[in-house]
């Protein structure tokens, strides 16, 4: 049983930037992936960005890669997600979700992964 809390979620103007953040709090664990997720009105859930255990393998999605960038802090039980130069396509719920006894390279499919938060809003005007 894990819980996942997102929080940074906003409005900010299209070129801008906003820092999301995700803790997991719950049963103790180690070795386990981290991803972003989103999901705007009337469009399916997508994959962001993940991150492995040891933070040296990262994917990205093609639409956010060179903006966005994923990080974390096992120590406290937290992924990042920076977000630079924001453009209104970004607009949507973003979830963070994790993958519990992950090894390896993270996974861009939304069923490898095991909990996930509520979300967080993030709404990019022109």
């Known amino acids: 049983q894990v819980q996942l809390v997102e929080s940074g979620g906003g409005l900010v103007q299209a070129g801008g930037s906003l820092r999301l953040s995700c803790a997991a709090s719950?049963?103790?664990?180690?070795?386990?992936?981290m991803g972003w997720f989103r999901q705007a009105p009337g469009k399916e859930r997508e994959f962001v960005a993940a991150?492995?255990?040891?933070?040296?393998?990262?994917a990205y999605a093609n639409s956010v890669k060179g903006r966005f960038t994923i990080s974390r802090d096992n120590n406290k039980n937290t992924v990042y997600l920076q977000m630079n130069t924001l453009k209104p396509e970004d607009t949507a719920v973003y979830h963070c979700?994790?993958?519990?006894?992950?090894?390896?390279?993270?996974?861009?499919?939304?069923?490898?992964?095991?909990?996930w938060g509520q979300g967080t809003q993030v709404t990019v005007s022109s």
């Open positions: 719950g049963r103790t664990f180690s070795n386990y992936v």
């Open positions: 991150i492995s255990w040891s933070g040296l393998n990262t």
């Open positions: 979700a994790l993958d519990r006894d992950k090894y390896g390279a993270p996974g861009m499919n939304e069923h490898e992964y095991d909990d």
